[in-house]
C-alpha cells in the first residue's frame, strides 16, 4: 500500500511515518506539508492511502477532499485530527465528503508516546483497507470467512409494535447517518438511541450537523432527557448511554462506567438496557463499523424477542460489526443502506409509540 502523508508539522509527518514503517506491506511515497502541494503529489504518485491534517496553510484537508470528489481514480483518506469544535466539525464535514474515517493527533510530550497512541488508533484501519485493496487487486488471497447465508432469513418481520429503535455505527457511520436520518420525516413514531463510536466533542458536532439537516430532532444525549418519539438521542463521546424508567417515563441515563471491549459509548451497553426496559417493543440495528460491538447486546435483545436489523454488506464502509450479527444468526433482516429509513419508518406505525 502506498501512503502520502500530509501535515504542515514537520513532526507530525514524522510521527505518522515511524508509526506507518510498522506496517509491513506499507511504504510511505511522499510527505506534503499543505493542501495545494498534496494534491500535485496524489495526482504525481497515485497513492493507495493519503492521511491528511484538517488545518493546513494554501488548501486545507476539507478543501483538498473536495478536489479528490473530481477525481476519476482517487485514494482512500484517512483524516487528522485535533480534540476541538473546529477539528470536530470539520471532520464531520470530512466524513460526510468521504473520507474513510479520523484519528485524533496524539497530545503526548514524548514522541515514543505520540506514536504509541497513533499506533493503536491509526493502524487497524490501515490494516483494513490493505485488506480491501488485496481484495480488490485480487493479487492475494483474501481470508477465509465463514459463509453468510442472508438468503436462508425467512423470519416474519412485523415491526408496528415497536416503541424504540437502537442504532449501533462505528466507521463510516457519519455518513451513513447523514444517509439515513435527513430521509425520515418528522412525523416519526419512535425515538432513536444511536450509539456512534466517537470521542468526545465529536458526537455533540456529529449531532448538530444531524438535527440542521434532519426534520426529526437530532440531539447529543443528555442524562436525564425524556425520550420521545419523533427524537434522535446520540451517546457523547467517552460516556455510556443507557435507558432507564423514571416516573412512568423512559428517560436517558448518561454513566461514566468503564468501556465494554474497547467501546466508551458502547452499542453493547445500550441494547442491553433497551432489552431489560423495552422487552420485545425493541429493535436494534447495527450498521457499518470494525469489531464486533453490538452482538452480544443483539443476543440479549433476541431473548426478549426483539427483531434486529443488518446493513448489508454493498453498503458498508466495514463489513464489520454487521457481519458479526449476521453471522451468529441474529439478524431478522439484512438491509441496504439507501432502504434503511424504510425499516426505520416501518416501526410503531400500527401499534402505538408513547414511551411509557
Keep these: 500500500m502506498r501512503v502520502l502523508i500530509v501535515d504542515d508539522s514537520t513532526i507530525f509527518r514524522k510521527v505518522v511515518r515511524d508509526t506507518l514503517s510498522e506496517c509491513p506491506g506499507v511504504e510511505v511515497v511522499a510527505v506534503a506539508s499543505d493542501g495545494k502541494s498534496a494534491l500535485d503529489k496524489i495526482r504525481h504518485y497515485r497513492p493507495d492511502l493519503v492521511t491528511l491534517d484538517v488545518e493546513m496553510p494554501v488548501l486545507n484537508g476539507i478543501e483538498v477532499l473536495r478536489e479528490l470528489q473530481t477525481m476519476e481514480a482517487k485514494p482512500e483518506v484517512i483524516m487528522l485530527s485535533a480534540m476541538t469544535d473546529h477539528g470536530a466539525l470539520a471532520t464531520t464535514q470530512a466524513l460526510r465528503l468521504g473520507a474513510f474515517d479520523f484519528v485524533l493527533k496524539p497530545n503526548q510530550s514524548k514522541l515514543e508516546d505520540s506514536c504509541a497512541q497513533l499506533k493503536t488508533e ?15 487487486l485480487g493479487s492475494v488471497p483474501a481470508p477465509e470467512e465463514e459463509p ?44 432513536l438511541l444511536i450509539v456512534q463510536h466517537m470521542p468526545p ?21 443528555e442524562d436525564g432527557q425524556t ?130
Excluded: W
Design 122 to 136: 491509526l493502524l487497524p484501519k490501515v490494516h483494513i483497507l490493505q485488506e480491501r485493496l488485496r481484495k480488490q
Design 227 to 356: 425520550i420521545l418519539p419523533g427524537n434522535a438521542y446520540i451517546a457523547p463521546g467517552g460516556k455510556q448511554m443507557k435507558v432507564a424508567t423514571s416516573n412512568g417515563r423512559k428517560q436517558i441515563v448518561i454513566t461514566d462506567d468503564p468501556a465494554e471491549r474497547s467501546c466508551k459509548p458502547s452499542v453493547d451497553y445500550l441494547f442491553r438496557s433497551m432489552a431489560h426496559e423495552y422487552g420485545r417493543d425493541a429493535m436494534a440495528i447495527v450498521m457499518t463499523g470494525m469489531g464486533d460491538d453490538g452482538t452480544m447486546g443483539c443476543r440479549l435483545l433476541k431473548r426478549h424477542g426483539c427483531m434486529v436489523v443488518a446493513q448489508e454488506e454493498k453498503s458498508c464502509v466495514v463489513f464489520g460489526m454487521p457481519r458479526q450479527v449476521i453471522a451468529a444468526g441474529l439478524a431478522d433482516k439484512v438491509t441496504p443502506l439507501n432502504h434503511m429509513h424504510e425499516i426505520i419508518q416501518s416501526a410503531g406505525v400500527h401499534g402505538g409509540s408513547k414511551c411509557r
Design 201 to 221: 466533542v465529536f458526537t455533540r458536532s456529529l449531532a448538530g450537523d444531524l438535527d440542521r439537516t434532519s426534520k426529526i430532532k437530532v440531539h447529543e444525549a
Design 148 to 191: 453468510i447465508r442472508i438468503d436462508s432469513l425467512a423470519r416474519s418481520f412485523d415491526p408496528s409494535h415497536v416503541k424504540v429503535i437502537g442504532i449501533g455505527v462505528s466507521t463510516g457511520g457519519p455518513a451513513a447517518l447523514s444517509q439515513v436520518l435527513p430521509k425520515l420525516p418528522a412525523t416519526l413514531s419512535v425515538p
